[in-house]
């Protein structure tokens, strides 16, 4: 894979590193020119086959704009994605900044994903300071800007495994079906008031979707395809898909205490799932907390929002764009995360949009790894996860350590035994933050799994909204 990944950027880099710099021509557009210096860049990063060239070469393919590669892990099972992404930028003036681009990827499994997205940051409010002290530059480029994204995204994953629902689900009753979703609508982040460096940081949440789900058969590892083995009964929303208005309201706060050396990121939301059938219509309210002590006092300055490399390419400084300050040696985490839905006495959660544990889940988030993917799914989870990465030395490779404890229930509050899992790997970093993961995870009774997993905001695109 390893071998595969440099060939692509090579093959990629080599009409843009073909180029010569050159002046500017008369009458040049603003897209040409952004192509022209974008070659002269990749021209010189990728000039011989050092390792450090080579090193350079590819981080420039995958950031830099209006083109560059986009790849990573698209759903667990269904491989990684490679494909072109298109990033612009326009700052009109002091008080707006818009980011859109748009990308299609495809995996050899068959899965792919194209999109279009939209990203709009209001630069134009005003920042608290501080002007000298442990805060002025544990907290440099942290700023509290309004954010709203507009999107439209088609995916098709041919492989996900679905083994009923409830905590006590058996590993026997494991089948496999396929899902295509379409995404249209628009997401929020509205800070109130000053307190970017101080105070709670707190910042108001809304969101609108349409949501289109087309779930198939499959015949993935000649396991049964999923309505050969359940029925409506057992996995609600088999039978009919009908479209959804998804709202949401949510809450955050992301305080910073004892000089960065705490950072904290809480966030409730609260989510409503209407249908064009009411017998599938339902509520899920989610309390995610998470908590962030960086190694050796040195904090994360992160954009707005986390900015991907469609959002914040490389050569890019306006304003809302800022460069980066990774931590450079790692991060102890704490996070506990609960979802629970409701609904009424006709009405049932849709089977693929109840959360998993186990694995990764479809949005590539790792719970409870060592069990296979999508492994336990219910309407209610409780989750708790401790990890720490530290880089080796002055090394781009790092060592992560986890635990994760974790259930899922029905309404009735059947929940069962927590499960747990232990895991340890090597990250590999890229510009002090770790974008890929190569792990193995035990606990339990059913075995262990190794995973390699990539950082989903190299697939770049504004802030993707999760697919259940």
Known sequence: MKRLVTILWLLAAAPLAAQTPAAAPQGESAFHAELRREGNRVRESCSAFTLKKISDCAIELATDHPLHVTFGTLAPQNGIGFGPALAMHYTPNENWRLNWSADVVGAISGAWRAGGYLKIVRTGVELPTVSSGPAASSHAGIHAYPVIDVYAQTISLPKLAYFGLGPSSD?????????????????????????????????????????????????????????QVYTEATAPGLTSQPGFGQFGEGVRIKPSLLNGHLQLNYMTRWQQFVAGDSAYSFQRWTLDLNHEIPIRGTVTATPPENFTPNDCPRGTADAGCLPVSRNRYGTLNLRMFMARSDVSDTASVPFYFQPTLGGS????????????DYRFRGPNALLFQESIERAIGSTPVGVWIASDQGRVSFEDGDAGAFRATFSAGLTLRAGGFPVVLLSFATGGPEGHHVALTINTSLLGGSSRPSLF
């Open 361 to 372: 889940d479809i949005n590539g988030n790792r719970v409870l790894p060592s069990y296979e």
């Open 171 to 227: 590993r026997t009753g494991k089948s496999y079906y396929g899902m295509g979703e379409h995404i249209i609508g628009s997401s929020v982040i509205y800070p109130i008031g000053t307190s970017a460096i101080g105070g709670l940081n707190l910042s108001l949440l809304g969101e609108i979707n349409y949501r289109g789900v087309d779930i198939r058969s499959s015949d993935a590892d000649n396991l049964p395809s999923i309505e």
